[in-house]
């Protein structure tokens, strides 16, 4: 079943995710991924997709040149979950 994570939780998560911060106001994750240039953004944001629709969880995200800035939250049980940690690692797989 889909739930918001424990403080605990989100702690331990957040220290597996570098560059990852607490928005409180969402209960959820935000980052800025920086890239050489557009193409590469656009690259990055096109792999994390098709990630993101196999998982069913679509991330919030902002592009401008190279940088992508992304939001992750559940809307699902209204805060932060499992499905964003798991997008996130994802996500930094991508950007290696």
Known sequence: MLRVLTEQERAEALARLPGWTYEPTRDAITKSFRFTDFVEAWGFMSRVAILAEKADHHPEWFNVYNRVDVLLTTHDCTGLSARDV???????????
């Open 86 to 96: 798991a997008l996130a690692q994802a996500m930094e797989a991508v950007a290696g």
